[in-house]
């Protein structure tokens, strides 16, 4: 089992920007991607930005030139480097982490606000 734990997320005015990270408990998993999502009220949730093991990334389109996903291996951690936020980038976001043999891990979530 692994837990992931999200950090980093709070209120900023837009033009702000807010770095997230997520912990995965093990380091040992070598896990095949992490990924970001996000949920908005009343709105479907939605890819962010997806990291493998390999290090090819992938960012949904409105985030793309704003947002940036990393990896720690060591660490077993993702982070989430958003600049230029939008008040459409409200949300929660929530940490992913899939192993080789197929099983998905989330985190709880941590809510990112961008109000003025």
């Known amino acids: 089992q692994v837990q992931l734990v999200e950090s980093g997320g709070g209120l900023v005015q837009p033009g702000e920007s807010l770095r997230l990270s997520c912990a995965a408990s093990?380091?040992?998993?070598?896990?095949?991607?992490m990924s970001w999502y996000r949920q908005a009220p009343g709105r479907q949730r939605e890819l962010v930005a997806q990291?493998?093991?390999?290090?090819?990334?992938m960012y949904a389109d409105d985030v793309k030139g704003r947002f940036t996903i990393s990896k720690d291996n060591a660490k077993a951690t993702v982070y989430l480097q958003m600049n230029s936020l939008y008040p459409e980038d409200t949300a929660v976001y929530l940490c992913t982490a899939a192993t080789p043999w197929g099983q998905v891990f989330w985190g709880q979530g941590t809510q990112v606000t961008v109000s003025s």
């Open positions: 990291i493998t093991g390999h290090g090819n990334i």
């Open positions: 093990r380091s040992d998993f070598g896990f095949s991607y």
